[in-house]
């Protein structure tokens, strides 16, 4: 039975607010949905996923460090993610904080496992994002990217 | 009957040499592909493929104004492209001279479109790259990328 | 007598709103400024300029195609602008809807003309950005970065 | 007495190499240099330089795990950096393989520091680039990054 890995790193809740909203539009789509904090995440996890839906708070204008070396420990199974769904969500303080910039690298380092992201011809354009607590236009754009990788995930029978 | 439509904007002809490559590899997994020089390129061209992928050399680190020209007048189908494959590639003159970077902004502008993109796990990771005219391993990795984009056609049956 | 080129490219007037804030805060720093909409910006202003900030709406979140197109001509003085300062700032409709990712490329562009460009410790970080019609922090942002440019103008005597 | 601190992530010897090219650049500028690994970069060694010139090699696209972390770490200074210079190096296996994009992460971390980073008209634009071992024009390329650097350093009294 496949389902979605949402991980998600967050420093203050808002990140973890998000991932919950992700999760929400993975399952409405009606694709079973494990969601995590990045330091519950195994490796195991992302090599038995469909899908993978990655969020972090903004760090030094891109992804912070626990998700980073969760990709670093990654190349152990380097090839295996190929073909797979991804998405990407990412918090900031404020407006002009990263928050875009750090949805792109995260997105690089999925592209580099050979996955397969969709954007969203709406805003939020290349996954979610939110400025401090997020809003219901945050959240909502949190739930349109969980449902596209669910739908995604469906169209591709993964 | 489905199409791959391969745009490319070449100064010197390395760019055009890379897009029949990528055409050999669309054409090698058995999708049709329409190849033309971005001046070529209709707006119905884009609407009626079922991937596209667009090709420049690299103008000030990006892409090259006649490709940014066409994604600018693709506004009046905004949103219709949605859910179509998408695939870049890029020269540039030397090493570091922006090849890679103006992949990722190509892959932007088709995010942006709703479209969907695949990352190879083997390099190049984005898109095609060549330095100059481009060597055997810059073809391969160009039909490559024609190959993965049509293979991606084909399981999302457009 | 040196000044900073403010150029602009604006649709709904949002990015032109920010352009003249940007030219306030080079003003405040007791720096002479020029703004122009792109489609009156000369290659001469750029070459006699001793910094150049550049601002656009966001279109297939890259920067928009005028200024691309102006990017593109100032290759007839490429190597010119080299250790002038440069700056970045973009507006979108929407939080997510690319002005982050704007600004960062309008950054590449500056970089290849071998510019000097300055970062913001404090939120906006790349450049300034806006969501719609700019509000107050925003405009704040936008004079922090035309202060910022001023300042790294007259440190560096240009 | 002022010195450029050039931190480096090196997994086969070949990002150690391209430090040392680095290194070189900065000395012929006439200013002193501090070349470290990146577990031997303390806080204090970003603190107290005039300039930081960051490489790695390229894991998932981006910046590897080390030096994302030595980042993190820098929140405790976060302010304290805003006027240095910056400068951004990465190598990867393979072209396109992410080196260019890796440099472009960098940049983005010392754009978020406040610091000042400038490009080079001639390629390597962003930073210096190698692929696999450096040869000789990717050599150039780290010593023109010091240099630049340098001369930046000279330049702004720092």
Redesign the interface.
């Known amino acids: 039975m496949s389902y979605v890995l949402v991980s998600y790193e967050s420093k203050t809740g808002n990140t973890k607010q998000m991932a919950e909203a992700v999760s929400d539009g993975v399952k409405d789509a009606g694709v079973d949905v494990k969601l995590k904090a990045v330091e519950d995440v195994s490796i195991d996890d992302m090599l038995n996923a469909a899908g993978i839906i990655v969020g972090t708070y903004t760090?030094?204008?891109?992804?912070?460090?626990k998700t980073?070396?969760l990709?670093?420990r990654?190349?152990k199974i380097?090839?295996k993610?190929?073909?797979k769904v991804g998405g990407a969500f990412a918090s900031?303080?404020?407006?002009?904080?990263?928050?875009?910039?750090t949805?792109?690298?995260i997105?690089?380092?999925?592209?580099?496992?050979?996955?397969?992201?969709?954007?969203?011809?709406?805003?939020?354009?290349?996954?979610?994002?939110?400025?401090g607590k997020p809003d219901a236009?945050?959240l909502k754009?949190c739930q349109s990217l969980g449902k596209r990788v669910a739908q995604?995930v469906k169209?591709?029978n993964l």
Chains 1, 2, 3, 4 share one sequence.
């Open positions: 760090s030094y204008g891109i992804v912070a460090g980073k070396d990709f670093d990654s190349v380097h090839g993610l190929k073909g900031s303080g404020k407006l002009g904080g990263g928050n875009e910039a949805v792109l690298t997105i690089q380092m999925l592209l580099v496992h050979g996955m397969i992201v969709q954007g969203d011809s709406s805003s939020p354009h290349f996954g979610a994002v939110a400025i236009p945050s754009g995604l169209a591709l």
